[in-house]
């Protein structure tokens, strides 16, 4: 490998998966029938399951989803989980089968459908104490009417009938064996006990009420029709309130009341007419008087703030001065999804207030969920319709739940991007409070603010925390640029017949593509060195080096001299003439000189020198 090559690797993520070896429902600190309205905790165990992060468990009733919990665990090896749901149930469970299973999501690389692992089927009973339908029902006494008390409950109720005069156990009776009057049946199992009226009248007697039954609410006006098509001795109305005297000469007569205030009235028809041994005969009009909630407000229970995930916590809905409260449902809402509803037995016809509980453990899907109750009265078919609704306002509630990085994926920006760019979002990290994201490369932490370089690829770790917990995931990151050269002898100056080797190394993300050219010419494609041997004249000039990939191109450009070794006769004569002047300007200079020095300069001294004073 060339000193100029710089060596990558990038890794691969695996993710190695093992299905549960089992999984398995069963009941907690519990067993045999349940009874109605308590609550009871589920458990589902998985065993020997791997990635746990990739695993969710869902509880099913019948072929209904009631809930699904994931993990944020990121063991990579086999671990066992175990999972509970609290449930209420109701009549209506009673044979219901319940059932958990454990689905693998390993994303889109991972086997399609999921791989998913399901508990056999538990079936619940149900011990539920007796409810009729209805409290009061008419009889026309006929040999093919029977008074009918058979009601559904669980463990098997038991009957008991007033106003006979031998006890009968059966939960049906022929009305022609009975006299006229009230019989009041009574349904009892270890749970409780409900109790019916039966009014059996005489089939004979002439009169028709319109309406059958009266539904109206506290202080509102009421009436009713009773009429004959016989003659009589005298018909009218019995009632607390608004009766009407006896009359002769009419067929029809109406009971009004303008403003009815008496919850429990009951008012009846009678008419003066000979049948049989009985001078009179007559017919009740059932009167349901009812009133609407002053209002309905849920809350929490002994909890205020934000709810932790998988916790248990205590919803509450207070319905106030409602009447009558054996039809009214109380139902609990999450958003627009029916969560359970509770009926009452009590037959008090006056005002109440009841308050109802719900069991929750919310997850992160209900953080900002709105739960809330509606009281309804259903009044039957003479009822209003729709029936009456009151609603409570909506109570928001905040999960505060582990972080959870749902989209972690390899990643591949350009140079001067910053990790803050990294296609995270709203939905790609959960957590609340909201987590804080940080970064690690090569086990040093990263300011996410720096832009990357050529230089950054490798694998990095995301991680995000908050104050429940901390995961991470790992991501491989390829820094993408255009193309960059290395430094090289970029000029080369040779004699002919030389060899000389130009040398173009570039890098760049994705690797860019090479050729070279030549007086506008390609010359050569995918190599980064290109060998001219030989060289002439022709071989002179500028080459350039280009490269090239999505991001852009880059050019380098080499010149190439070739210089000429044949003698120079030109330079040679010049220089021998310019020598030759040069000796001839020396020996000019000698000579002079010496002709200068021959002629020479002469002085004349006497011989004869005067005498010094005191010379001999």
Not at 97 to 122: F, I, K, M, R, V
Not at 234 to 241: D, F, L, T, V
Not at 355 to 381: H, M
Not at 549 to 577: A, Q
């Amino acid at each position: 490998m060339s000193s100029n090559e710089t060596q990558c690797s990038q890794d691969l993520p695996i993710t190695i998966y093992k299905t549960p070896d089992s999984v398995f429902i069963s009941t907690v600190n519990h067993r045999g029938p349940m009874t109605e309205g308590q609550q009871y905790e589920l458990q589902c165990d998985v065993y020997n399951v791997a990635p746990v992060q990739n695993l969710t468990v869902k509880w099913y009733k019948g072929q209904t989803l009631l809930h699904q919990t994931n993990f944020t665990d990121t063991t990579e090896t086999p671990v066992n989980e175990t999972v509970t749901l609290l449930i209420r149930p109701d009549r209506a469970d009673d044979g219901a089968q319940y059932w958990c299973e454990a689905e693998l999501d390993l994303g889109a690389e991972g086997p399609q459908p999921h791989p998913t692992n399901s508990s056999n089927p538990l079936s619940i009973a149900v011990y539920y104490k007796p409810k009729h339908s209805n409290s009061t029902e008419t009889i026309i006494q006929d040999d093919k009417v029977m008074l009918d008390c058979t009601v559904k409950a669980n463990p098997a109720p038991t009957y008991t009938w007033d106003h006979l005069k031998e006890k009968n156990s059966s939960s049906v009776l022929k009305s022609s064996a009975l006299s006229l009057g009230n019989y009041t049946c009574t349904a009892t199992n270890t749970l409780g006990r409900d109790s019916k009226v039966f009014i059996v009248k005489d089939s004979q007697c002439p009169v028709q009420i319109i309406p059958r039954r009266a539904v109206v609410r506290y202080g509102d006006n009421v009436s009713a029709h009773c009429k004959t098509s016989v003659l009589h001795e005298g018909m009218g109305w019995e009632a607390s309130e608004g009766r009407v005297p006896m009359t002769k000469n009419q067929n029809l007569i109406t009971w009004r009341v303008p403003e009815l205030t008496e919850w429990d009235i009951k008012p009846f028809c009678y008419i003066n007419y000979k049948i049989g041994d009985k001078d009179q005969c007559q017919v009740e009009l059932p009167v349901t008087v009812y009133k609407t909630p002053d209002s309905v407000f849920i809350s929490t229970v002994n909890h205020r703030g934000p709810m932790m995930e998988g916790q248990q916590y205590e919803v509450q809905c207070d319905v106030h001065n409602v009447a009558p409260v054996q039809n009214l449902t109380v139902k609990w809402y999450k958003g627009q999804t029916l969560l359970h509803q509770t009926n009452f037995t009590d037959t008090i016809e006056t005002p109440v207030n009841e308050t109802v509980t719900l069991l929750i453990r919310p997850d992160r899907a209900d953080d900002g969920a709105q739960y809330w109750c509606e009281a309804e009265l259903d009044l039957g078919a003479e009822g209003p319709q729709p029936h009456p609704t009151n609603s409570s306002k909506p109570l928001s509630i905040a999960v505060y739940f582990a972080p959870k990085i749902l989209f972690c994926r390899d990643w591949s920006p350009l140079t001067e991007t910053s990790l803050d760019s990294y296609p995270l979002n709203l939905y790609s990290v959960e957590g609340n409070p909201r987590p804080d994201v940080s970064w690690r490369h090569k086990s040093s932490s990263v300011n996410s603010s720096m832009p990357l370089t050529r230089y950054d690829s490798g694998l990095y770790e995301i991680i995000a925390g908050n104050d429940l917990n901390s995961v991470s995931c790992f991501m491989n990151i390829t820094v993408e640029y255009a193309p960059v050269f290395y430094d090289s002898q970029e000029k080369f100056v040779v004699g002919e017949d030389s060899n000389i080797t130009l040398e173009c190394y570039s890098t760049g993300n994705p690797e860019p593509e090479m050729w070279w050219s030549f007086k506008n010419r390609n010359i050569s494609t995918g190599r980064r060195h290109i060998n001219i041997e030989r060289a002439t004249s022709t071989n002179a000039g500028v080459y350039t080096c280009s490269a090239t990939n999505k991001f852009g191109r880059s050019d380098k450009t080499f010149i190439v001299e070739i210089k000429d070794d044949s003698p120079n006769y030109i330079l040679t004569v010049v220089v021998v003439v310019v020598f030759i002047s040069l000796v001839l300007i020396i020996l000019l200079v000698v000579l002079m000189l010496k002709r200068r020095k021959s002629r020479g300069n002469y002085e004349v001294h006497s011989e004869m020198q005067p005498l010094r004073n005191g010379d001999p």
